[in-house]
């Protein structure tokens, strides 16, 4: 089955979706900007989420799925139990 991508609107446009953002700053390490793109996100309703980013802010974050060559994260993975190899 071939995946669908898409397109996320990451308008940021009032303060219900800001508190939201910021409400989710207490549970995850990550920068303000991954905290609104995160929301987004959510508010999208996808279903499993795959990003494929160098960030290593997203491998805190449960309930994704990362692609990534970050030196840093790899290890930790591997550790957890989680890497997959392609």
Do not use: C, H, W
Not at 56 to 82: C, E, H, L, R, W
Request: glycine share 4%; charged share 25%.
């Amino acid at each position: 089955m071939k995946a669908l991508a898409i397109p996320i609107d990451v308008t940021v446009d009032n303060a219900t979706f800001t508190d939201a953002a910021l409400k989710r700053f207490q549970t995850k390490a990550v920068d303000g900007y991954d905290l609104l793109l995160l929301e987004a996100i959510n508010r999208a309703g996808v279903g499993t989420v795959k990003i494929i980013t160098d960030d290593m802010d997203y491998s805190v974050v449960p309930g994704i799925q990362i692609f990534t060559s970050n030196k840093y994260v790899i290890p930790d993975a591997v550790v957890q139990k989680k890497l997959v190899v392609r």
